[in-house]
């Protein structure tokens, strides 16, 4: 069955406004000619990335959306709250967005720990939340009524690493982790998946995530001669672990999460190139901001950002915007949260053209994103060479 995104069809069309209709009860932060969307992440500090940056990749689809005429006549109008990647930042944050902003959805969460602050306010005023970043598991499983996220969550990468050594053939797979909050986070779902499968690991080495050192765990996999090895642990855990085994000369394929997704990065943690010849990483888009593919998005980009260069994460934005956009035409010309919600619960198979996978909701999953692209340094640039999809 053939699907066309709003924003595809408004750009296809001749500069025609989508006409509006009266709503017949005004919901909060929906007039006759705009809805209101809250956007809560980090505007500042560090974690800048995962909340301005997509933002801003966001702001594109909802500007090239007004030009076209708006959602049934409504212009997207957007409201931005800083919660600094920090938990109780982000509880006064989410507040103002819903009490004082009177915001009709939040898109947003950045940093994991700030979205789980910021969860009970949310979860409590029955707002539409749709998370483009943050990957804990806890904000969606158990599903919120109208709690939805489309970045992938940490059980599915977990999940998806299992199955990625498999595709490439590994018959001896090996974890070396952290086991701080983060890193069982990850590596329970993926014991459960080894489990699953009836697999069990020739070896599961714990690692520190400030770790300098990896020569012993090194050795200890290579004693295990371990082909694949899942890497749940930070980037700087994980260079110390790339640059031991390739002085010690191991080398087994390295399967890291979203965390080690920038390699190029990463690369220069490490040191030696060299050692990053056989190393896999998940990213949440199946495109680079080179590829071809992203030729529309660069030229758009360019028009609204011209004094910045575009990241991995402003097509992350772009990609959840684009699901937004699609949900809040479904649920029609009378707006409500909860037709909203309802039309979110029931998206199926739908083709954002930047995911790897398609985005599927439903009333028992709300956990939309289940396909990873995997990515390698090719000829010193990072490159998309596979993907996986989690079936649940």
């Known amino acids: 069955m053939r699907r066309t995104s709003l924003l595809a069809t408004a750009l296809m069309l001749a500069g025609g406004a989508i006409i509006a209709a009266p709503a017949h009860a005004q919901e909060v932060g929906v007039t006759d000619t705009t809805v209101r969307i809250g956007q809560l992440g980090a505007l500042t500090g560090p974690g800048y990335l995962y909340g301005k940056i ?3 990749g966001a702001e594109i689809i909802y500007q090239e959306v007004n030009k076209a005429g708006g959602i049934h006549g409504r212009k997207i109008e957007t409201v931005r709250q800083d919660d600094r990647c920090d938990p109780a930042t982000a509880i006064a944050a989410a507040k103002k967005l819903i ?5 009709f959805m939040i898109h947003g969460g950045g940093c994991t720990n700030a979205s789980v602050g910021a969860f009970p306010e949310i979860k409590a005023a029955n707002i539409p939340w749709v998370i483009f970043a943050s990957v804990g598991d806890s904000l969606t499983s158990p599903p919120s009524p109208h709690i939805f996220t489309t970045a992938l969550s940490a059980s599915i990468e977990s999940v998806s690493q299992l199955e990625f050594a498999l595709q490439k053939g590994a018959k001896r797979i090996a974890v070396i982790s952290q086991r701080d909050a983060w ?12 489990k699953q499968k009836g697999i069990t690991p020739v070896a599961d080495e714990e690692i520190i995530g400030e770790a300098n050192d990896a020569t012993p765990q090194a050795l200890r996999l290579q004693a ?3 082909d694949a090895v899942l890497m749940v642990i930070y980037p700087k855990a994980a260079a110390a672990f790339l640059r031991d085994a390739h002085k010690i000369g191991y080398k087994p394929i390295a399967i890291g999460q979203t965390a080690l997704g920038d390699l190029p990065v990463l690369t220069k943690q490490v040191g030696v190139p060299e050692a990053m010849s056989n190393m896999f990483a998940i990213s949440h888009v199946r495109y680079m901001p080179e590829d071809a593919e992203m030729a529309q998005w660069r030229k758009l980009f360019s028009e609204y950002f011209p004094r910045e260069t575009m990241s991995l994460y402003h097509i992350l934005g ?4 684009k699901v937004v956009v699609e949900v809040l035409q479904r649920a029609g010309k009378d ?9 979110m619960a029931k998206l199926t198979n739908f083709d954002t053209g930047i995911y790897p996978g398609p985005i599927t909701c439903t009333e028992q999953d709300h956990q939309c994103h289940k396909s990873a692209a995997w990515v390698a340094l090719v000829d010193g640039k990072i490159k998309t060479v596979a993907a996986t999809t989690v079936g649940r």
């Open 54 to 56: 997509i933002m801003d």
């Open 99 to 103: 009490f004082d902003d009177k915001v």
């Open 183 to 194: 890193g069982r986070s990850r590596y329970q779902p993926l014991m459960e998946a080894f």
């Open 224 to 226: 295990a001669k371990a």
């Open 318 to 321: 772009i990609a959840s915007a």
């Open 335 to 343: 707006l409500t949260r909860e037709s909203f919600r309802a039309q």
